[in-house]
C-alpha cells in the first residue's frame, strides 16, 4: 500500500471510530417518553453537549410534537462545540480550564434542576468534558482557586479518575449532587463515556449517581502528586459538607442512568473496517492508560514484532493516556504518542499510525482549532531530519504539535461534537 493509501485508510478507520458515537447516531433510540404531564427538562454539559441537545431538541419537538411551553433546558459545552438550538440555551465554556460561561451555565442547570417537581422530568445529557464545563466551586472557593487547581492537576499526571477524585469534592453540581438537588422530579441521565472502565461515577465527574470516593482520597491525590493547593481549596477539602453523597443515598432513588455510546463501540466499527481490508484486527484495549511515551513505545515493540513474522494487521487501542510536563511546549497526549511512537520506530518500513481524540482536539492551548493528533509514516523521522527538526528534543520539551506542523502531519478534523476519549491505530503493511 502506497503512503498515501495508508494514511486514508487511517482517516477511515478514526472518522469511523467517531462517527459511531455520534449523538446523531447513538442517542435518538434511548430518549425516554416525556412526563404525562410537566416539564421535559434538558440539561447537558460536556463535549457532546451542543450535538445531543440538538438531536434531543428536534425528537421531541418535531418526532414527537411535545408543546414547547413543556420543555426547558440550558446546554453548556466547550468552546466551538456548541450547536445550533431553537428554543433551548446553548453555551460555550472552557476546556481544560473553567472560566465565567461554565460558572453560569451550572448555575442556571442547579437552578433548573431545583425548580423541578415530581410532575417533571429532569433528562441529563452528559459526555466527556462536563467536569470543566459545569463549574460551581464549593462554598468559599472562587473560580480562580479551581482554575490553579485545574492547572496543577492538569500537568501532574494524574489520571483522569485521580482528577475528578479532587474535582468531586469541590463542587455543588458533580459527585451526585445535581440528583440530589432535583429531587422530587424523575432524573435520567443518558451518558457518552470517554473514560476507562465507563465508570458513571468517572463520566462528567458523575452529577447525577453516587460518588464513592471520599475527601480523604481527594487530599491523598494532592499529596501523592506534591500539589499545594490555595488555601480555600485544602480548607474545602477538610470540610465535612463538601462530603459527596454515598452509593445507598435515598437522594438516587428515582434516578436512572444509560450509557448510549461506548469506546468499545467505535471499535467495534473500526475492526470492520480493517476486515474489509483483509488485515487482522488486533484491540490491545480500549481502556489503555499510562504514559503516551511509554504506551508507544510499547506498541512500537508490538508492531516491529508483527512485522518481522510478515503479519498484516492493525494494532487499535484507546484509553486515556497521560503526559507529565517536563517542558514548555504544545501538544497533548495523542501527539507525543505519535511522536514518541515515531522515534521507537526509528523508520521502519511498512508500519503507520494515527493516534487522535475523538473530540477532534488533543490538549493544547484549549481552542477548537487544536489538532486532535498526528500521523506517523515510515519517512517521518527521514522527513524531520531534512527540516532540521530532532525528534528527541521536540520530545523532551512536550512539544509535539511544533514537531509534526511543518511536516503537515498533524490530524484536524475539527470539533466533532461527541468524546469517546483517544483512537489509535497502527497499520502494518508486508
Known amino acids: 500500500m502506497s503512503d498515501v493509501s495508508a494514511r486514508a485508510f487511517l482517516d477511515r478507520l478514526f472518522t469511523a471510530a467517531v462517527a ?10 434511548a430518549l425516554p417518553p416525556p412526563p404525562a404531564s410537566g416539564r421535559l427538562i434538558l440539561l447537558a454539559a460536556g463535549k457532546a453537549a451542543g ?20 420543555l426547558a433546558g440550558v446546554g453548556v459545552a466547550r468552546h466551538g462545540y456548541g450547536r445550533p438550538t431553537r428554543q433551548l440555551e446553548m453555551v460555550e465554556a472552557g476546556h481544560p480550564m473553567p472560566d465565567a460561561a461554565g460558572l453560569g451555565a451550572a448555575q442556571k442547570a442547579l437552578d433548573l434542576a431545583a425548580s423541578a417537581t415530581a410532575d ?25 482557586d479551581k482554575r490553579s487547581l485545574t492547572r496543577a492537576l492538569l500537568r501532574s499526571g494524574a489520571n483522569i479518575t485521580e482528577i475528578n477524585t479532587v474535582r468531586k469534592h469541590l463542587s455543588r453540581i458533580k459527585g451526585g449532587r445535581l440528583a440530589a438537588l432535583a429531587q422530587p422530579a424523575k432524573v435520567v441521565t443518558l451518558s ?20 464513592p470516593t471520599t475527601l480523604a482520597e481527594a487530599r491523598d491525590v494532592l499529596a501523592r502528586y506534591r500539589i499545594d493547593p490555595p488555601p480555600s481549596v485544602a480548607v474545602a477539602l477538610r470540610d465535612p459538607e463538601n462530603e459527596s453523597p454515598k452509593p445507598g443515598d435515598p437522594a438516587f432513588a428515582n434516578s436512572e442512568y444509560l450509557l448510549v455510546a461506548r469506546p468499545a463501540d467505535s471499535f467495534v466499527a473500526a475492526e470492520r473496517i480493517v476486515r474489509e481490508e483483509g488485515l487482522e484486527p488486533i484491540l490491545l484495549g480500549d481502556n489503555l492508560e499510562g504514559e503516551a511515551r511509554e504506551v508507544a513505545a510499547a506498541q ?10 510478515g503479519k498484516k494487521a492493525v494494532l487499535l487501542s484507546g484509553g486515556e493516556l497521560t503526559v507529565t510536563m517536563r517542558g514548555q511546549g504544545r501538544g497533548g497526549p495523542n501527539q507525543e504518542f505519535a511522536l ?21 482536539t488533543d490538549g493544547g492551548g484549549g481552542d477548537a482549532s487544536d489538532p486532535a493528533g498526528a500521523y506517523v509514516m515510515p519517512d517521518t523521522l527521514a522527513r524531520a531530519k531534512a527540516a532540521g527538526l530532532d525528534p528527541a528534543a521536540f520530545l523532551a520539551n512536550n512539544d509535539s504539535t ?16 461527541t468524546n469517546v476519549n483517544d483512537f489509535r491505530a497502527v497499520f502494518i503493511d508486508d
Open 402 to 417: 511544533s514537531f509534526f506542523e511543518p511536516l503537515e502531519d498533524l490530524l484536524t478534523p475539527g470539533p466533532t461534537c
Open 192 to 211: 457518552i463515556s470517554d473514560v476507562p472502565g465507563d465508570d458513571p461515577a468517572v463520566i462528567g465527574s458523575g452529577p447525577t449517581v453516587p460518588d
Open 120 to 144: 417533571d422530568l429532569v433528562l441529563v445529557l452528559l459526555s466527556g468534558g462536563a467536569s470543566a464545563n459545569w463549574i460551581a466551586p464549593a462554598v468559599g472557593v472562587e473560580l480562580d
Open 20 to 29: 459511531a458515537a455520534h449523538p446523531s447516531t447513538c442517542l435518538p433510540p
Open 300 to 309: 512500537a515493540a508490538k508492531a516491529r514484532e508483527l512485522k518481522a513474522a
Open 51 to 70: 450535538s445531543m441537545l440538538e438531536v434531543a431538541e428536534a425528537h421531541y419537538l418535531d418526532t414527537l410534537g411535545l408543546d414547547p411551553a413543556r
Open 340 to 360: 514518541a511512537l515515531a522515534v521507537a520506530l526509528e523508520g521502519a518500513a511498512g508500519i503507520y499510525a494515527v493516534a487522535g481524540d475523538t473530540d477532534g
